[in-house]
């Protein structure tokens, strides 16, 4: 069959559009808080295996808190990331990674970076904040946040890091009554996702995916934000796998066993 002149030329366009929309991405969670030695650098392996499009961390890269020794952990760990090959990768500031001037200039070194940016990938939009030296987004991240997804309206589906989990009691009991969920829902945003606490969890509130993303490294036991009374079914190494296709995505967690003793007690 064949088609000629602007009716081919639209067919093709549509044709190479959807293709272009449909690619995975990976997550990797928090290497610190109590990293346990070889499990990042297991997790790292097995996601370069299926070569994503892309791979996005949730911060605490390195265990940070001295800025003497700053320079030197992140020295230790950007060969770790060679291991991706040229699969583009993006971090995300948490707090082991910034918490002094002097280390927030060495992230945007680091990084190539500020520590809120944002970015398109075939039609998808990721948005980075930054609440490594907050418990919550504070009035500069969310007006950051509020410009970035305005100006980026046309772009599905949208998707928002950061590493504090601070919206967890609210997505859990079902309350919509904060500032980050207004923005994101009157913005369409699809999922917002963090790390911090060291096991897997989800919620839905209005359509909109509230992820924490578990560890990829940092010790099962070292885990914050947890609320009173959860099960921790989602305690175990490994990292989260995006399947966008069109303005639509899932995400599903892959767990990565750890090599034998490399922590006590693991179990799943």
Request: net charge negative; with cysteine; proline share 4%.
């Amino acid at each position: 069959m064949k088609f000629h002149g602007m009716r081919a030329a639209a067919l093709l366009s549509t044709f190479f559009v959807c293709r272009a929309a449909t690619f995975d991405f990976a997550i990797l969670g928090d290497r610190t808080g109590g990293a346990v030695p070889g499990v990042y650098e297991q997790v790292i392996r097995a996601i370069a295996v299926h070569h994503p499009s892309f791979v996005i961390n949730v911060g605490d890269t390195i265990q940070g808190f001295d800025d003497v020794t700053t320079s030197d952990e992140w020295a230790a760990v950007k060969p770790l990331w060679k291991t991706f090959g040229d699969i583009p990768f993006y971090l995300v500031p948490g707090n082991h990674d910034i918490w002094s001037p002097a280390s927030l200039k060495l992230w945007r070194l680091v990084t190539g970076h500020h520590p809120q940016y944002s970015f398109d990938f075939r039609g998808a939009h990721i948005t980075i904040l930054d609440n490594s030296r907050t418990s919550d987004l504070d009035e500069d991240q969310l007006a950051f946040l509020q410009s970035d997804l305005a100006s980026h309206a046309a772009q599905h589906p949208k998707f928002v890091f950061f590493h504090r989990p601070f919206w967890i009691i609210n997505a859990k009991v079902q309350n919509p009554d904060f500032a980050l969920h207004r923005v994101a829902k009157q913005h369409g945003v699809d999922f917002v996702i963090c790390g911090h606490g060291h096991f897997f969890d989800r919620s839905s509130l209005d359509g909109i995916e509230y992820v924490m993303v578990g560890s990829s490294g940092g010790s099962l036991d070292h885990g914050a934000g947890r609320p009173t009374g959860t099960q921790l079914t989602g305690s175990y190494f490994g990292y989260g796998w995006v399947h966008v296709d069109g303005a639509k995505a899932t995400l599903e967690f892959r767990e990565v066993p750890a090599q034998r003793g490399a922590q006590s007690g693991l179990g799943k």
